[in-house]
């Protein structure tokens, strides 16, 4: 059973606009989120985190929302751009195992 | 080069040949990994070495073979493979422990293998 989901695989947003990806998982225990973007031909690179013991982390145009009880995250780009087109993964870091896990990814498409 | 590095970025071969899957890291790091990607699905770790010992395999069939030389290079050496194999097979690095934070890890380009 995925510990890190992804449920939905594509969102087509308006440029200008607000992008909302969301990440629901399951283990209570992981301390960090962490999202990655991925174009095509190219492997993923970290975009931001966020501790488990914070709600909220801002970084330029994106930021992260971690809601525990809910144990659901959310990354929020905005204003979106043609440039930020690409698969998003969302990951969560267990101190005590030392790995990621990853979810399915979503496709983000912004279109001009 | 900088970065994760790794060669060939694509490979077929069939299902009785033996190749390998190179990984280079330029960072400095101490802990390598090999992620397997298949389409639609999550990113699935397949092992981890840390300080050049492997620490994590993750039920990985036997065709599959990692050897970790040094703290710079990592190979994935496949024999005998089978169609459900086909994939993005990707290596990252970090620095392990991570200091006081998360597991940030640098992922290579990928190598996308068919195996026919």
């Known amino acids: 059973d995925q510990q890190v989901k992804q449920n939905s695989p594509s969102l087509s947003v308006q440029e200008g606009r607000i992008s909302i990806l969301n990440c629901d998982y399951t283990?209570?225990?992981?301390?960090?989120f962490l999202w990655y973007k991925k174009y095509p031909a190219e492997g993923p690179t970290f975009l931001i985190s966020?501790?488990?013991?914070?709600d909220k982390n801002e970084d330029g145009r994106f930021t992260v929302f971690l809601n525990k009880s809910a144990k659901h995250l959310s990354l929020h780009i905005v204003p979106s751009q043609p440039g930020d087109s690409a698969v998003y993964f969302c990951?969560?870091?267990?101190?005590?195992?030392?790995?990621?896990?990853f979810g399915s990814g979503t496709q983000l498409t912004v279109l001009p | 080069e900088t970065g994760v590095t790794q060669t060939p970025r694509h490979l077929v071969m069939g299902m009785t040949n033996k190749k390998s899957l190179k990984c280079e890291q330029h960072?400095?790091?101490?802990?390598m990994y090999w992620y397997k990607q298949s389409a639609k699905k999550p990113l699935e770790l397949m092992f981890v070495?840390?300080?050049?010992?492997?620490?994590e395999n993750n039920s990985v069939p036997s065709r599959f073979s990692p050897e970790c030389p040094n703290s710079s290079h990592l190979f994935l050496h496949l024999h005998t493979l089978q169609p459900e194999d086909s994939a993005l097979y990707l290596c990252?690095?970090?620095?392990?422990?991570?200091?006081?934070?998360?597991?940030?890890?640098?992922f290579g380009p990928g190598t996308r293998l068919t195996v026919l």
């Open positions: 990252a690095s970090s620095q392990d422990p991570p200091s006081g934070g998360p597991n940030e890890q640098f």
């Open positions: 283990n209570s225990m992981f301390d960090y």
């Open positions: 966020i501790s488990s013991i914070k």
């Open positions: 990951a969560a870091f267990s101190g005590s195992a030392r790995q990621l896990t």
């Open positions: 960072l400095g790091h101490n802990a």
């Open positions: 070495y840390s300080l050049e010992e492997r620490v």
